[in-house]
């Protein structure tokens, strides 16, 4: 899922990466399991987003990633 999100934002559709909630739901299970691999494709998924990080979208990832990112 998350590398589906991170093909949305690659594709110029960050939208649909974050608002079908995709994001939040990897993000979520990554914090469960304490997945590296969901951490390591979030990570991924951040990088691609970097060029809207100021947009609404933008922010709205970095508010999904939080949990993610706070033990990093």
Request: no cysteine; hydrophobic share 40%; charged share 30%.
């Amino acid at each position: 899922m998350s590398r589906q999100a991170t093909a949305a934002a690659a594709a110029r559709q960050p939208d649909q990466a974050v608002e079908t909630e995709i994001a939040r739901t990897v993000a979520t299970m990554a914090v469960e399991t304490r997945s590296a691999r969901m951490r390591q494709e979030l990570a991924t998924l951040e990088r691609a987003m970097r060029p809207r990080h100021d947009a609404p979208v933008g922010r709205d990832l970095t508010e999904v990633l939080a949990p993610v990112t706070e033990g990093s």
